[in-house]
């Protein structure tokens, strides 16, 4: 078997979930878009709601769509995207709750679907989704009177607990809903951790939910396991996959692992990542190909059949160091590729 | 409708392809590896065997196993990962041809599938697969007396052709095979283009028949078309997205569309990215988000709904500069959350 292996620890997603979920005194929502993050949202929503979770975010309606034939009537599915044109029928029919972001939008939403939920996402100072200030005057009195259960914002520094942004946007946020009975969520994960001036009625995690940074004391959630296929000699002046980028100084053994940039190995992460052969750290040489990475084992005492790319010792954000991203975008780029397991089911 | 929408040209690649077979004399293949590049290996192998290739090319046995179900009996499917321990039962139910990369693998094969086909790739300089002179001197005789069908290398330079490493590759190759009566095969799109002294039996094009360089005369393949969610004025001063990485000089508006770094748009593409609304080339502002990319569409006279990330104006090449890395990687970083749609089926 040359097909690397992810693995996804449920249990650490539903502790992750809780831990946040003890923090604060509100609802916990979780944010379930783009797959759950690349580890799959028909596994991974389930899990959260036996956990507790009883409010889901995603992205757009499609997924909305999706998340509900997975979880079934009940948990509350809120749509970041808000109400797009042609989105109503799936807004009905998988009973979706629309984040609405503009005046477009809100007439759209209350034209086609009149008594319908939704929430309204305000733009404090982000400038990428939501209603500006002035909007939401013109049209706050409109939309409490109709059946809007959730007002929320997004916070865009929340990863750096010291920026000044962050209590702009609080400030900011206030401003906008202060004395509007209606249940309001401004943060993510990292600004769950800014205590409680922040929590308002919902948090909102995502990436603390899935083992990533701001949340330092995340329990780890994924691990890939790569296959070698083989092992060669190099001697000095030997170069090591395409264009000749690294050439051998000194002899050494090299392995080719069987995952590439197609399984999300970001190919600009090449020269500064590692991987772990036991006990030992091993080089990426070489750039890395659609399939294949090479890999310096000339330390390694006795040979595994596989290599460990992330888990107990390395995390999504030591490799989102290297490749100089997040930890998000590695999870989102793990691609379809691997045997999946999942554990804790 | 928030969802994206990537749509494949099938006739294009069966163009391509065709295009690429017309240049040798010999079988032309078709390199399907990573679900035919992110594009949908069900949708594009039977378009290419419509065309009228014959043997497909996979990364892995599993991939190998997931075809052979896609084109039924007859094409040869070749894996480049070879034989690997657990694979016999893949192999031999699948017809699948193993391209053994080293002795163990030979010894592998021959043990547990004797007299099943298999091809032997040979390391001539790449050092990332395929067996070394010293290994395949020792094994030649005993793998031609065996069910060889093919004998292939790889280049690690083809992209440039103007690489010393290409006429070394070369040479090195024609002294391992020689004299030696079996099908060869050393090159993939590359390598193709540089004439028939590199075309031996077989040629093996990937990236060309998607639509990409170095195949400068490619028909283009894929377009994305990325709906706008939402308009927005900015003032001076105003900060757009994560980490008030931009910030605005003077007045313009910024549209928020409907795609991120889960679909495949680099995190690290931001800062040099552009899309396309109508004819007005529209920069990228702020940090790429997980669902979300900010656009400057201050010069934009008539708003579409949607702007093309991809197509006719901004090939994945662009895209790939732009990101700092190469149009197989655009493609196989494009993700499972667009709606596709197929043309030429």
Redesign the interface.
Known sequence: ???ALLTIDLDAIRANWRALDGLTTGETAAVV???A??LGVDRVAPALAEAGARTFFV?????GAALRKVLGPGPKICV???H????AEMIREAELVPMI??I??MLRHVEALPGHAFGVQL?S?????GM?AAEWAALRDIAIGQNLVLIMSHL??Q??PN?G?NAYQLQTFRQMTDGIAVPKSLVATGGTLFGRDYHFDMTRPGIGVYGGRPYMDARPVVEVSV?I??V???SPG???????SWVARVPGQ?A?I?A???DGV???IGPKAYVWANETRCKVV?RI????I?VDVSAVTSMP?RVELMGQRQSIDTLADAA???G??IL??L???Y?RRYTGA
């Open positions: 078997m040359a097909q878009k783009a797959d993050y690349g992205a757009i309606a499609e997924e970041f995207g808000g797009m044109a042609g989105d972001n503009s477009d939008q733009d100072g982000m400038n990428r989704l500006e865009a520094c990863d750096d920026h942004m296959p296929i083989q060669r000699e190099v030997e170069s090591v996959g395409y264009g000749n090299i080719t069987s590439g940039y197609a970001l190919r600009g070489g190909s659609m399939d294949l090479g059949d100089g991203t997040i998000y975008e989102t780029s691609g379809a590729r045997a």
